[in-house]
């Protein structure tokens, strides 16, 4: 089992920046890829970004350019820098681990708040 616990949301205004935490614990050895995905009300939960244990990425076309995924394997962290915040990217945002066997671990969640 995996554990995941993010940190970072809050309120910003359009054009600013949030970083958003995700510490694992447990089993970590087996985590492969890790990444954030956010849901906004009455829509699905959506990719944002994701990094593999090597450090490959991928983005979301809508936050290519403005977030930056990041890994540290020493730690066990993933970080999520977002700038140029726009109000569309208001949602929760939650830390998902995935390990060896395609076993997927979520957080709690985090509230990202962008005002116009």
């Known amino acids: 089992q995996v554990q995941l616990v993010e940190s970072g949301g809050g309120l910003v205004q359009a054009g600013g920046s949030l970083r958003l935490s995700c510490a694992a614990s447990g089993s970590i050895f087996s985590i492969a890829t890790m990444g954030w995905y956010r849901q906004a009300p009455g829509k699905q939960r959506e990719l944002v970004a994701f990094?593999?244990?090597?450090?490959?990425?991928y983005y979301a076309d809508s936050v290519k350019g403005r977030f930056t995924i990041s890994r540290d394997n020493a730690v066990n962290t993933v970080d999520l820098q977002m700038n140029s915040l726009k109000p569309e990217d208001t949602a929760g945002y939650y830390c998902?681990?995935?390990?060896?066997?395609?076993?997927?671990?979520w957080g709690q969640g985090t509230q990202v708040t962008v005002s116009s």
């Open positions: 998902n681990a995935q390990d060896s066997r395609l076993n997927a671990y």
């Open positions: 990094i593999s244990s090597g450090g490959s990425t």
